[in-house]
C-alpha cells in the first residue's frame, strides 16, 4: 500500500465540495524542517515538482534549502499509510538545476530605430530572471507511550522512521514529539502545536527522517515519495516554524494539463515593476511585494506548455555520451577511473558516496583525508572497477535519468512561483489542473523604440519601450539602462485571479488601468525631442505642459496615489 499524504481537518473542510466535484482526496508532499532552537536551521527556499503517475498515485520530489549545521534538522511528514519498499527514495540537485534554468522566466528587450539618425542599428539582450536501504535500529518507543515504530531504514545519507500513534492519546502530536526528541530529532517542543492538526486525524502516522551519523550539509540531497492520490499539496503550515521571511516556493506540476493553485490566488505581474534593462535584479521582490498584495497566499505562474519541450533537459544527449564512454572504457588503474568519474560527476550528488561505498582504503586512512587527497596513499586501493561503476550508476546517474523520465510521463509542465513568510503559512496550497486555460511561455518580450529625426544621432535621441501588456514607457538618451524609481508605487500586480479546475477564472483585482494611467503620468514628466533643434517638451504625445506644471503634477500625482494604493493586504478567498 502507497503512503497517501492527507491535508488537515480545516483544509479538508474547506475544500469538501469542490474537491468531491472532480478529484478524490488531495495528497501532501514536502512538509516540516524543524530544527534547534540554539542552532536554528533556516528554511530558505523549497523545490518541489509534482507528476501525476497516471495509475492513481503521485510522485514527488522534494528539496528544501537551508541554512544551518547539518546535524540539527529533522524532516516531518504526516501521512496515512506506512510507505512500501521502493516509495522512498533520493533525487539530485543537478535535476533541479536544470529545469530551473530551462523555466527561468526570461525578459528580453529588443531595440529598433524609428526614423532616420546619424546612425542607426538593432540589439537584442535577454536576460533570465530567477525566480526547488539497511534497516536501521532506532529506539522503539514503549507500549504506554502509545508511539511505536511501523517502519524504518536508511535512504541516502538519511536515517527514516514511520511512528505509529495510539489513536486513544488526548495529544498524540505531544507524544510524537516526545519520542522524536528522545531518539535525537532536533524537534522544538512549539511544532507539536503545528503536527497536531494533521496528528488527529484518524489513523494517520508521522514519516521522520534525519541525517545518518557523521554526514554532512553536501549529503542532504532531495527526496522521492510515491504516494496514492490525484491532488498535490505542500502541508506549508509545518514549514512555518523555521521559514525564513519571504521564503520561496517553487513548484512544477506534471499533468494532463495546466495546472492553477486551487486554494491560493493566481498572480499576473505588472511588467512596468519589472527592470527590463537587468530583470533579475528586482523580479524576485516584484513576486514578494505581488504575493503580499494578494494577503501573502497567491502563487505566480511562470511557464505552462508541453512537457516534450524538456525532453534531454535534464539528462541530456551529451550526459548519456559520456555515461556510455565512461562505463564501456577499459581502465589501467584506480586512479585513471577516478580521475575521469572525478571530472565528469565529482560535483554531482552522490558521487562521494559511491566512492566510499566501493573503494576500500589502505589501513589508518580515513575517508576524509582520501577526499581531501584522492591520490595521495602510497598503499594500493582495494576496488572493484565493475563494483565502482554499479555504484556511479546507482548513486549519481539514475536519480537523474529518473526525474528527466517523471517530466515526460505525462504530456503538460506548468511552474508555480511564490514567497511566503511563516505568518502567511495557515493554509496548504492545493494544486488543480484546468484543461480550459491556455499555454503560457516563459519568455517575455519588450521592444525599445529609438525615436530618431533630422538633427539627432541615435544615441541622444528619446525612447520608448512597449510591454507586452500594454502600455508604453518613455526614456531619454539619459535613461537607458536606469529603470524608473517611480515604477516602484505602481502596484505589483496586473490582474488578482481565482482559479478553478475549470474556466478561465474570476478576476478578484484588475489594476490594469491604473497602471496605464500612471504610466501616462510617469511619461508625462519625461522631455520629448521634437524637430531638427531638439527643442523638447513635456507632452505625452508631444504638446501641452511646462517642466514645472508637469513635475509639479507628478509630485501631487505620486502622492495621491501612495496613499490611495498602500491598501491591507488581502486573506486569501477561500
Given at each position: 500500500m502507497r503512503s497517501q499524504f492527507i491535508v488537515s481537518s480545516a483544509l479538508a473542510s474547506a475544500l469538501l465540495t469542490g474537491l468531491m466535484s472532480f478529484e478524490p482526496s488531495a495528497a501532501h508532499a514536502c512538509g516540516g524542517f524543524f530544527c534547534s532552537q540554539t542552532q536554528p536551521v533556516n528554511q530558505a527556499a523549497e523545490r518541489i515538482i509534482f507528476a501525476n503517475n497516471g495509475d492513481g498515485t503521485v510522485t514527488a520530489v522534494i528539496q528544501i534549502m537551508y541554512e544551518g549545521p547539518a546535524e540539527s534538522f529533522s524532516w516531518l511528514l504526516p501521512i496515512s499509510t506506512v510507505p512500501a519498499e521502493g516509495d522512498l527514495a533520493v533525487a539530485s540537485d543537478i535535476a533541479f538545476q536544470r529545469l530551473q534554468q530551462a523555466t527561468n522566466p526570461q525578459y528580453s528587450l529588443i531595440t529598433r530605430v524609428e526614423g532616420r539618425c546619424g546612425s542607426d542599428g538593432e540589439r537584442a539582450v535577454t536576460v533570465s530572471?530567477?525566480?526547488?536501504?539497511?534497516?536501521?535500529?532506532?529506539?522503539?518507543?514503549?507500549?504506554?507511550?502509545g508511539v511505536s515504530v511501523a517502519a524504518s531504514g536508511v535512504v541516502g545519507n538519511f536515517d527514516w522512521v514511520t511512528l505509529a500513534l495510539d489513536p486513544q492519546l488526548p495529544e498524540p502530536a505531544d507524544a510524537a514529539v516526545g519520542w522524536l526528541t528522545a531518539n535525537g530529532y532536533d524537534v522544538p517542543p512549539s511544532s507539536a502545536g503545528l503536527l497536531g492538526p494533521y496528528l488527529n486525524e484518524q489513523g494517520?502516522?508521522?514519516?521522520?527522517?534525519?541525517?545518518?551519523?557523521?554526514?554532512?550539509?553536501?549529503?542532504?540531497?532531495?527526496?522521492?515519495?510515491?504516494?496514492?492520490?490525484?491532488?498535490?499539496?505542500?502541508?506549508?503550515?509545518?514549514?512555518?516554524?523555521?521559514?525564513?521571511?519571504?521564503?520561496?516556493?517553487?513548484?512544477?506540476?506534471?499533468?494532463?494539463?495546466?495546472?492553477?493553485?486551487?486554494?491560493?490566488?493566481?498572480?499576473?505581474?505588472?511588467?512596468?515593476?519589472?527592470n527590463w534593462f537587468n530583470p533579475a535584479s528586482n523580479y524576485a521582490e516584484v513576486v514578494t511585494a505581488a504575493a503580499d498584495d494578494a494577503g501573502g497566499q497567491g502563487f505566480v505562474t511562470e511557464f505552462a506548455g508541453a512537457s516534450q519541450t524538456l525532453n534531454n533537459i535534464i539528462w541530456t544527449p551529451s550526459d548519456e555520451a559520456d555515461w556510455q564512454a565512461f562505463s564501456a572504457r577499459v581502465y589501467s588503474n584506480f586512479r585513471q577511473i577516478f580521475d575521469t568519474s572525478l571530472s565528469l560527476y565529482g560535483d554531482w550528488d552522490g558521487f562521494w558516496d559511491a566512492v566510499e561505498a566501493s573503494v576500500t582504503l589502505p589501513a589508518g586512512v580515513s575517508f576524509e583525508d582520501f577526499r581531501l587527497c584522492p591520490n595521495c596513499q602510497g598503499t594500493p586501493l582495494q576496488f572493484s572497477p565493475s563494483a565502482y561503476i554499479a555504484a556511479l550508476k546507482a548513486d549519481v546517474i539514475d536519480p537523474v535519468q529518473a526525474v528527466q523520465a517523471l517530466i515526460g510521463r505525462q504530456p503538460y509542465l506548468t511552474r508555480l512561483y511564490s514567497t511566503l513568510s511563516a505568518g502567511d503559512m495557515t493554509v496548504d496550497p492545493v494544486f488543480a489542473v484546468n484543461p480550459d486555460l491556455p499555454d503560457l511561455s516563459n519568455v517575455h518580450t519588450a521592444e525599445r523604440i529609438i525615436e530618431c529625426h533630422d538633427g539627432v544621432e541615435e544615441?541622444?535621441?528619446?525612447?520608448?519601450?512597449?510591454?507586452?501588456?500594454?502600455?508604453?514607457?518613455?526614456?531619454?538618451?539619459?535613461?537607458?539602462?536606469?529603470?524608473?524609481?517611480?515604477?516602484?508605487?505602481?502596484?505589483?500586480?496586473?490582474?488578482?485571479?481565482?482559479?478553478?479546475?475549470?474556466?478561465?477564472?474570476?478576476?478578484?483585482?484588475?489594476?490594469?488601468?491604473?497602471?496605464?494611467?500612471?504610466?501616462?503620468?510617469?511619461?508625462a514628466t519625461v522631455p520629448r525631442a521634437e524637430g531638427s533643434g531638439g527643442f523638447c517638451n513635456l507632452g505625452p504625445r508631444g504638446g501641452g505642459a511646462t517642466p514645472t506644471s508637469a513635475l509639479a503634477a507628478l509630485f501631487a500625482l505620486l502622492f495621491s496615489r501612495r496613499l490611495s494604493q498602500r491598501r491591507p493586504p488581502r486573506a486569501a478567498r477561500r
Amino acid at each position: 500500500m502507497r503512503s497517501q499524504f492527507i491535508v488537515s481537518s480545516a483544509l479538508a473542510s474547506a475544500l469538501l465540495t469542490g474537491l468531491m466535484s472532480f478529484e478524490p482526496s488531495a495528497a501532501h508532499a514536502c512538509g516540516g524542517f524543524f530544527c534547534s532552537q540554539t542552532q536554528p536551521v533556516n528554511q530558505a527556499a523549497e523545490r518541489i515538482i509534482f507528476a501525476n503517475n497516471g495509475d492513481g498515485t503521485v510522485t514527488a520530489v522534494i528539496q528544501i534549502m537551508y541554512e544551518g549545521p547539518a546535524e540539527s534538522f529533522s524532516w516531518l511528514l504526516p501521512i496515512s499509510t506506512v510507505p512500501a519498499e521502493g516509495d522512498l527514495a533520493v533525487a539530485s540537485d543537478i535535476a533541479f538545476q536544470r529545469l530551473q534554468q530551462a523555466t527561468n522566466p526570461q525578459y528580453s528587450l529588443i531595440t529598433r530605430v524609428e526614423g532616420r539618425c546619424g546612425s542607426d542599428g538593432e540589439r537584442a539582450v535577454t536576460v533570465s530572471a530567477d525566480s526547488s536501504g539497511a534497516t536501521a535500529t532506532p529506539s522503539f518507543g514503549r507500549p504506554d507511550d502509545g508511539v511505536s515504530v511501523a517502519a524504518s531504514g536508511v535512504v541516502g545519507n538519511f536515517d527514516w522512521v514511520t511512528l505509529a500513534l495510539d489513536p486513544q492519546l488526548p495529544e498524540p502530536a505531544d507524544a510524537a514529539v516526545g519520542w522524536l526528541t528522545a531518539n535525537g530529532y532536533d524537534v522544538p517542543p512549539s511544532s507539536a502545536g503545528l503536527l497536531g492538526p494533521y496528528l488527529n486525524e484518524q489513523g494517520m502516522y508521522l514519516l521522520a527522517l534525519k541525517l545518518t551519523k557523521g554526514s554532512s550539509v553536501g549529503s542532504i540531497r532531495p527526496i522521492v515519495l510515491t504516494y496514492d492520490g490525484q491532488l498535490p499539496s505542500i502541508p506549508i503550515k509545518l514549514t512555518a516554524v523555521a521559514a525564513n521571511d519571504d521564503m520561496g516556493v517553487m513548484a512544477w506540476v506534471s499533468g494532463p494539463s495546466r495546472a492553477v493553485p486551487f486554494n491560493y490566488l493566481g498572480l499576473e505581474l505588472n511588467e512596468a515593476r519589472i527592470n527590463w534593462f537587468n530583470p533579475a535584479s528586482n523580479y524576485a521582490e516584484v513576486v514578494t511585494a505581488a504575493a503580499d498584495d494578494a494577503g501573502g497566499q497567491g502563487f505566480v505562474t511562470e511557464f505552462a506548455g508541453a512537457s516534450q519541450t524538456l525532453n534531454n533537459i535534464i539528462w541530456t544527449p551529451s550526459d548519456e555520451a559520456d555515461w556510455q564512454a565512461f562505463s564501456a572504457r577499459v581502465y589501467s588503474n584506480f586512479r585513471q577511473i577516478f580521475d575521469t568519474s572525478l571530472s565528469l560527476y565529482g560535483d554531482w550528488d552522490g558521487f562521494w558516496d559511491a566512492v566510499e561505498a566501493s573503494v576500500t582504503l589502505p589501513a589508518g586512512v580515513s575517508f576524509e583525508d582520501f577526499r581531501l587527497c584522492p591520490n595521495c596513499q602510497g598503499t594500493p586501493l582495494q576496488f572493484s572497477p565493475s563494483a565502482y561503476i554499479a555504484a556511479l550508476k546507482a548513486d549519481v546517474i539514475d536519480p537523474v535519468q529518473a526525474v528527466q523520465a517523471l517530466i515526460g510521463r505525462q504530456p503538460y509542465l506548468t511552474r508555480l512561483y511564490s514567497t511566503l513568510s511563516a505568518g502567511d503559512m495557515t493554509v496548504d496550497p492545493v494544486f488543480a489542473v484546468n484543461p480550459d486555460l491556455p499555454d503560457l511561455s516563459n519568455v517575455h518580450t519588450a521592444e525599445r523604440i529609438i525615436e530618431c529625426h533630422d538633427g539627432v544621432e541615435e544615441f541622444e535621441a528619446t525612447w520608448r519601450i512597449e510591454l507586452p501588456q500594454g502600455g508604453v514607457l518613455r526614456g531619454t538618451a539619459d535613461d537607458v539602462g536606469i529603470w524608473p524609481t517611480a515604477m516602484a508605487s505602481q502596484p505589483p500586480n496586473f490582474r488578482v485571479l481565482e482559479l478553478s479546475a475549470s474556466g478561465p477564472g474570476a478576476v478578484v483585482d484588475d489594476f490594469s488601468d491604473n497602471i496605464e494611467s500612471g504610466l501616462d503620468d510617469y511619461n508625462a514628466t519625461v522631455p520629448r525631442a521634437e524637430g531638427s533643434g531638439g527643442f523638447c517638451n513635456l507632452g505625452p504625445r508631444g504638446g501641452g505642459a511646462t517642466p514645472t506644471s508637469a513635475l509639479a503634477a507628478l509630485f501631487a500625482l505620486l502622492f495621491s496615489r501612495r496613499l490611495s494604493q498602500r491598501r491591507p493586504p488581502r486573506a486569501a478567498r477561500r
